[in-house]
């Protein structure tokens, strides 16, 4: 199956910094989507994203499909952005059986 | 709308008992997916249905059933708990033309 590979698996910022998270998969993709997990547990859905690029406030993400990657970039981090951020892939022949990747452990400071 | 709820939150079994984890979604979504997440993971596929009827092995299938007698409700059934089942189970759903997958808020499963 498609393999799905996330750096830095964790992140420490000083609030009003920017980052970017990477997500490597191994095979063409169908479904690509981005993820946040709270510390309470709770699953956000921050992104579609299977090829080109979209804005969301201060996120932003872009997957480049033809080279298996995806970024996503948070601008002026806040503290509520703290969590564990998820990518997850599928590729065209099982477009809706998401892989997820280990995660990137974000931790901003106050 | 509730969009995809879960019962109970939290659960402990004894090794060996049984017990049915609930999942109901009220958006009139076609798919929906049970998945596990242990520590510091990622997330699993146990089992997904596109649709009243229809269900489908994913990754981690074993030791688990399901059925989907309606649309909004999608039961995942642990017949004989072991240890190893030990984790943190979501439900999600999504639409036949979308893709964006929508989770509950989880069960917490510990086995002993």
């Known amino acids: 199956g498609i393999q799905v590979e996330q750096s830095p698996p964790d992140l420490i910022l000083q609030e009003g910094a920017n980052s970017t998270l990477r997500c490597n998969f191994s095979d063409s993709v169908n479904n690509l989507q981005w993820f946040h997990q709270n510390p309470w547990g709770q699953l956000i859905n921050l992104f579609y994203?299977?090829?080109g690029t979209k804005q969301n406030g201060r996120l932003s993400a872009t997957t480049v499909a033809t080279e298996r990657y995806s970024l996503l970039y948070i601008s002026s981090s806040q503290t509520t952005d703290s969590g564990v951020y998820f990518c997850a892939a599928a590729p065209w022949e099982s477009a809706r059986q998401l892989t997820f990747g280990s995660g990137t452990q974000l931790t901003v400071l106050p | 709308n509730a969009g995809v709820t879960q019962t109970p939150k939290f659960r402990i079994l004894k090794i060996g008992q049984s017990m049915t984890l609930q999942c109901t979604q009220d958006?009139?979504?076609?798919?929906m997916y049970w998945y596990r997440q242990d520590p510091g993971m990622g997330l699993k596929l146990i089992y997904y249905s596109v649709g009243a009827g229809i269900t489908d092995k994913g990754e981690v299938p074993n030791g688990y059933n399901v059925s989907r007698s309606t649309t909004e409700d999608f039961p995942l059934r642990l017949e004989l708990a072991a240890p190893s089942q030990t984790s943190v189970y979501f439900c999600?759903?999504?639409?036949?033309?979308?893709?964006?997958?929508?989770f509950g808020p989880g069960t917490r499963l510990t086995v002993t």
């Open positions: 958006m009139n979504h076609n798919y």
């Open positions: 999600a759903s999504t639409t036949s033309g979308g893709n964006e997958q929508y």
């Open positions: 994203i299977p090829s």
